[in-house]
């Protein structure tokens, strides 16, 4: 597509934004309002806030021109941020992590729930992708080293009698064919020699004639069918690559690499129209600051008498000062009003308390009755800079001609406006700076003179802070403050601590979304999560917040993650998809891989030091600990040589040093959670992912994809039968089935003899199902995470009110 085709794409979605903010304010002006209520407003901005991601990002993704990029990635930005309020906002409605698509908000929109899905923006890893790779090849170059080289493919090693009869059975084959061919040569010839002055008869003809029509119609009669469900999708096409999907791709690569080109030249041209700018009106700017200060001083001083007190670089400096010229002498009240002392304060937090006391006690029923009923959304971050941000995009870009721009290049004219402003504000900075060393002399010269003149100077008052207790932020003491980034990365890729990972997209974690779980829960019922659910929450959770600085630090804080579920669901694959998608670093500290590393205290504190060190300054990072209960068992089985509660005390703390600022995230992974003291384990991972028995909709469409790729989907293939006869096993378990049903012998074979449910399903037969105990065991298990107990508790609190009020109702008839 062309650069007019994304300026208009982005033009419609300025539009889109300008009536999600509008809706998004109306939400935030109706205050506290009933649930009911809230759930469709937020369910559908939650929807329009996805459509916008999805354009932003292909948006972003092709256009050329530099500074409308950073205000499309400002936008796509912010947007993400409010997605994100926005999801926790539900979370705390429904009190419940999953949200599942209001079918009226999709109707309105007109959008399908493939696209409600939020999608991940290219640009965490493109952005990044030199220093991703080289991050890469740095883990792999340091285990070459080690001599821990890639997993090769092993060479067939056969046996002599093997080998004879390999090649027996091949020459024989050979001489088959020859064999043939020579028979059939002589067949010919026979046939060629033969009278041919017989004369068809008429009966003949019409048999050929109705045979060969018979074909042609069935063979055009099924084109149609085909051509049909290819249309409205009860087909797939063949998994070839066309060309004009290849020709898409690589016009799409082609405009990559020109913006490449064109925010080299953007930022040559900051530094180039800086430095002019600087030569060509510094002295000027300079001289016109120093003087209306000056000015301004003066007749301050003759004004009032005194000096102005000049405000420092945090206040705003001169500019504060400038706005004050119009208020005379300065209000002494902020001197002279005395400060409220603790013990005041207290005596009157005490009274207060006494005589609200009471009130308190009578209404505290009411309070919890109406919060059991009334909701009100949290205060947005981003729903302001989206404002701002598109009000500037509609004054600068909207309705501007770039049909003369044919190469998009930068703007010299904005760029130059920009940098007059910098270099006016650092001027005045060291202008302000001048200012204040004149202005401390002036005024020792003049407390000079007055103490000359038998006076007493003023003693300046010490200044008394108003506010609460300092925000610190505790320093950590750092342990290796003389070694390099470089030589701790090493280290810890020696140790096996930092890992490598295949890369893995998320949507190659297939499973179908619940679409009825909106239309249960407006019938009272708690609906099941699916296998889409879970790659939806796994990407609000985990990838959206990781993959954007901004994002992270300003939305909801997620500090950890416990993914549970039986072997072969896909807890690994996830992780890979999480590091994948945002191009991060994988720790791993499962007790198995720490076991002799670092050993002693004093060891166990360089590890947790090196890992919380090495993942702030290779962030994003993900710190990922496999059988996530171990440490939390009550009892370790004597077998266990791992020591997993090495970690156990120090967990929390790894856990709750992560600040909001930093891009890392600590994720568990566990097979059986409910064997861990469920107390620890929770004060520990603040968001919780059971994945579920694979459903009927995410079997088939694992089934159909997976055999569509594999050339394998034919119609004689029963996709449906397979699906039910598959549902007790994992998508690990079914996809290590099909692995072992098509070797590369039985792949040679489908153009011949298709492949049948019975194969699949014979094979399936020597796999290990998810037996109905751990299903039950994880159900109960489900019911005690904290998520679940809040649920319930407003559940039996909700039945208690309706149970009082009928009875007060009965008690007035």
Known sequence: ??????????????????????ADEAVFEAGAAEKSSFYPLLSELRVRYTVL???????????????????????????????????HDLVELNLSDYTYDDDEALKRLAVTPIEAEPC???????????????????????????????????????????????????????????????MKEIRLLKEKGRDQ???????????????????????????????????????????????????????????????????????????????????KYGSKINERIGDELRRWISEYYERTGRLPDFPSEDAGGSRTMFSRQGTGVDSQLSKSSPISSKDSKRSKDSKEKKSNKSEENKNKDKEDAEDLYTFKCTTSVFLKE??????????????????????????????????????????????????????????????????????????????????????KKKKEKDLTPDRTTESLFEELVSNGIIRPYPIVSMDDFIGEKNFVGCEWRKEGREPSPTLGDIRQLVKEYCILPLGSEYVRTNAPVVRSVLIAGPPGSGKRML????????????????????????????????????????????????????????????????????????????????????????????????????????KLLFQCYSKVVQIPRADYGSIALMWRSKLHRAGALSPRLDVSCLARVSDSYTIGTLLSALDGVLTTKRRLQLRVRALTAQEVAVQLSTKEPVYAENESAAEAWWLKTPMERRRLKMLQKLQELEQENEEKAAAMK
């Open 1 to 22: 597509m062309s650069s007019k085709t994304y300026n208009a794409l982005i033009c419609e979605t300025s539009e889109l934004i300008g009536e999600a903010t509008q």
């Open 197 to 279: 002055k017989g004369e068809m008869s008429a009966s003949a003809a019409t048999a050929i004639q109705r045979v060969w029509r018979g074909f042609i119609a069935r063979r055009t009669t099924k084109k149609r069918k085909q051509q049909e469900q290819l249309l409205i999708g009860m087909e797939m096409p063949p998994y070839i690559e066309s060309k004009e999907i290849q020709r898409a791709e690589e016009v799409k690569q082609s405009r990559r690499q020109l913006q490449k080109e064109r925010e080299n030249q953007y930022q040559e041209a900051l530094v180039k129209i800086e430095d002019q700018l600087r030569a």
């Open 120 to 182: 991940v923006p290219q640009y965490f890893v493109r952005e990044r992708e030199k220093e991703v790779s080289e991050r890469r090849q740095f883990v792999t170059d340091v285990l070459r080293k080690l001599g821990h080289e890639p997993v090769k493919p092993q060479p067939l090693v056969l046996t002599e009698q093997q080998a004879v009869v390999i090649i027996q059975s091949h020459e024989r084959a050979r001489q088959g064919r020859l064999r043939g061919q020579f």
């Open 386 to 471: 989206i404002i701002n941000t598109n009000e500037e995009y509609e004054d600068i870009w909207k309705y501007r001609d770039d049909e003369d721009d044919h190469h998009e290049d930068h703007d010299s004219e904005m760029i130059e406006r920009e940098k007059i402003a910098k270099i006016e504000q650092e001027i005045r900075n060291s202008v302000d700076e001048m200012m204040r060393t004149e202005l401390e002399l002036l005024q020792a010269a003049f407390d000079k003179d007055r103490a000359h003149k038998g006076k007493k100077s003023k003693k300046p008052q010490k200044k008394v802070r108003r506010g609460g207790k300092k925000n």
């Open 575 to 678: 992780i890979n998809a999480i590091c994948s998608e945002t191009g991060a670093m994988l720790f791993d500290l499962t007790p198995a891989n720490i076991v002799g590393k670092y050993p002693g205290k004093t060891g166990l504190i360089m590890l947790i030091h090196l890992v919380m060190k090495v993942s702030r300054l290779l962030q994003p990072a993900v710190i990922w600990m496999d059988d996530a209960e171990k440490p939390f068992v009550k009892k370790i089985p004597k077998t266990d040589k791992t020591d997993p509660k090495r970690l156990k005390k120090d967990l929390v703390k790894i856990i709750k040093g992560i600040y909001p600022e930093d891009r890392v995230l600590f994720v568990g992974t566990s097979r059986t959670p409910w064997d861990a003291e469920q």
């Open 53 to 87: 991601i999805r354009r932003l990002d292909q948006v972003y993704d092709q256009i050329v021109q530099p500074q409308k990029r950073l205000i499309v990635k400002r936008l796509l930005e912010a947007c993400l941020g409010r997605l994100l309020e926005i999801k």
